[in-house]
């Protein structure tokens, strides 16, 4: 079992910048990777961006390419969304998932793993 932990949201003006982070805990992490998704009101879940937790290949979102950027720490268990530029069309919940593939994985139904959710807000 995989417990993931999101943190870093909040409130933020369009143009600034936001860091999020995903706390893994659980089974070893050999050829596993995770995903950032993002669910707006009444819309569906939508794919961000993906990292291989052994090789650090890295997949995004057409619509934050350029902006976001996925890493991470694996001597802290942690996967982190450096989000810049941000624009008043990023606001969502923002989750962070898990699973044993690759990270061109991008439908939320391909993830087993999945954390609380952490709400990014950015005003105009």
């Known amino acids: 079992q995989v417990q993931l932990v999101e943190s870093g949201g909040g409130l933020v003006q369009a143009g600034g910048s936001l860091r999020l982070s995903c706390a893994a805990s659980?089974?070893?992490?050999?050829?596993?990777?995770v995903g950032w998704f993002r669910q707006a009101p009444q819309k569906e879940r939508n794919f961000v961006a993906a990292i291989r937790w052994s090789s650090s290949t890295t997949n995004y979102a057409d619509s934050v390419q350029g902006r976001f950027t996925i890493s991470r720490d694996n001597s802290r268990n942690t996967v982190y969304l450096q989000m810049n530029s941000l624009e008043p069309e990023d606001t969502a919940v923002y989750y962070c998932?898990?699973?044993?593939?690759?990270?061109?994985?991008?439908?939320?139904?391909?993830?087993?793993?999945w954390g609380q959710g952490t709400q990014v807000t950015v005003s105009s």
């Open positions: 659980g089974r070893t992490f050999s050829g596993f990777s």
């Open positions: 998932a898990g699973n044993y593939g690759p990270p061109t994985l991008v439908a939320p139904n391909t993830y087993r793993y």
